[in-house]
């Protein structure tokens, strides 16, 4: 088993630090090629950072340098890092093609599992508004992602729903 040297990013420890993945294919797992080129500000002209200043006495030499802005009393120990900026965006989940609003599904897990349901529709959240009918199968309303139902062929014609979302699951 190879060690890896902490915080690395692909460096292998035990061969002299060699790295495990070639340039191009780093370039191409951090997806440079997507990312905006980022054009180099032009760099400002350096202000003073000290100051002459007169010192009073006769022992003391006339003048000396200050620093315009004092130094921090206090250092972390450690350098926080910045976290990267997250360019994705949410999109949608996609339905199943086998799953519409109005097809019976078997659901796989929870306390239902086996049971086959009714699905209302999909909330924006992306998971599926299912409901047994409860009077027929103890089902009641309940939300399930789609990975844990098997649609089946038969499907029901459902009446117009009253506006039903992510928030009346909330605790």
Same mark, same amino acid.
């Given at each position: ?41 032009? *760099? *400002? ?26 130094? !921090? ?17 949410? /999109? !949608?989940?996609? @339905? ?10 078997? @659901? ?20 599926? @508004? ?10 009641? @309303? ?12 038969? /499907? ?16």
């Amino acid at each position: 088993k190879t060690k890896q040297v902490h915080g690395s990013s692909g460096i292998n420890a035990e061969y002299g630090g060699v790295p495990r993945l070639s340039r191009t294919a780093v370039y191409k797992k951090r997806a440079l090629y997507k990312r905006a080129k980022v054009q180099v500000a032009a *760099k *400002k002209e350096e202000t003073a950072a000290t100051k002459t200043k007169q010192v009073h006495g006769e022992k003391n030499g006339s003048t000396r340098e200050v620093p315009l802005q004092k130094q !921090p009393r206090f250092y972390p120990t450690v350098d926080n890092k910045k976290p990267l900026n997250n360019r994705r965006t949410p /999109k !949608p989940t996609k @339905l199943r093609s086998s799953i519409s609003p109005g097809s019976v599904v078997i @659901l796989l897990a929870g306390v239902h599992r086996g049971k086959r349901v009714v699905v209302l529709k999909q909330l924006p959240s992306g998971l599926l @508004l299912v409901s047994g009918p409860y009077k027929i199968n103890g089902v009641p @309303l309940r939300r399930v992602d789609q990975a844990y139902v098997i649609a089946t062929s038969t /499907k029901i014609d459902l009446p117009a729903l009253p506006e039903i979302g992510d928030a009346i699951f909330k605790r």
